[in-house]
């Protein structure tokens, strides 16, 4: 997956392109693409990261201020604007990587055809340090606790996805 995903941008002399996809593209999404380009600023890797969700209800926001503070208080700055996903982004990306099976289920809707499906690809399955967890949880109606825990998965899964890249 991750060595097609470089073998398609190295064709094209081109950083490999990743979209972070959740529901509403304000909390597990937008935190996976700050925290990844702020890891690949670290590790000197380069890529291009968007992210987007299924509802369109939030469409222009900036993510949710309990995943800001908590992503700033790591360091991270989350100003992403809230946008709903779109078929031809399966086309654009080199991997598209959902948070939660219903992210999942939505996505391989979408992708109609193999090649789009072949670049779909689960979050926790990059999350080395937390091997129980088979999705990212959405944090909306969990409390502080809950974007804490988020946060870690993708510090984790991010990074892991990052040294492949590299590596």
Same mark, same amino acid.
């Given at each position: 997956?991750?060595?097609?995903?470089?073998?398609?941008?190295?064709?094209?002399?081109?950083?490999?392109?990743?979209?972070?996809?959740?529901?509403?593209?304000?909390?597990?999404?937008?935190?996976?693409?700050?925290?990844?380009?702020?890891?690949?600023?670290?590790?000197?890797?380069?890529?291009?990261?968007?992210?987007?969700?299924?509802?369109g209800g939030?469409?222009?926001?900036?993510?949710?201020?309990?995943?800001? +503070?908590? $992503?700033?208080?790591?360091?991270y700055r *989350?100003?992403?604007?809230?946008?709903?996903? %779109?078929?031809?982004? =399966?086309?654009?990306?080199?991997?598209?990587?959902?948070?939660?099976?219903?992210?999942?289920?939505?996505?391989?809707?979408?992708?109609?055809?193999?090649?789009r499906a072949?670049?779909?690809?689960?979050?926790?399955?990059?999350?080395?340090?937390?091997?129980?967890?088979?999705?990212?949880?959405?944090?909306?109606? +969990?409390? $502080?606790?809950?974007?804490?825990?988020? *946060?870690?998965?993708?510090?984790?899964?991010? %990074?892991?996805?990052? =040294?492949?890249?590299?590596?």
């Amino acid at each position: 997956m991750v060595s097609d995903a470089l073998a398609a941008a190295a064709a094209e002399a081109r950083p490999p392109r990743i979209l972070f996809v959740c529901l509403g593209n304000i909390c597990r999404s937008p935190a996976a693409q700050g925290i990844t380009e702020a890891i690949a600023r670290e590790l000197k890797v380069q890529v291009e990261c968007d992210s987007a969700g299924f509802y369109g209800g939030h469409a222009g926001d900036l993510p949710d201020p309990r995943m800001r +503070e908590a $992503a700033w208080q790591r360091g991270y700055r *989350l100003d992403h604007r809230s946008r709903k996903i %779109r078929a031809i982004d =399966l086309d654009y990306f080199d991997i598209v990587i959902g948070m939660d099976d219903r992210n999942m289920d939505d996505l391989e809707r979408l992708a109609d055809t193999d090649y789009r499906a072949a670049k779909l690809v689960r979050m926790t399955n990059f999350a080395a340090a937390h091997p129980t967890y088979d999705s990212v949880p959405d944090p909306y109606y +969990e409390g $502080a606790a809950g974007f804490q825990l988020v *946060l870690n998965l993708l510090e984790d899964a991010c %990074r892991q996805l990052l =040294l492949l890249i590299r590596n």
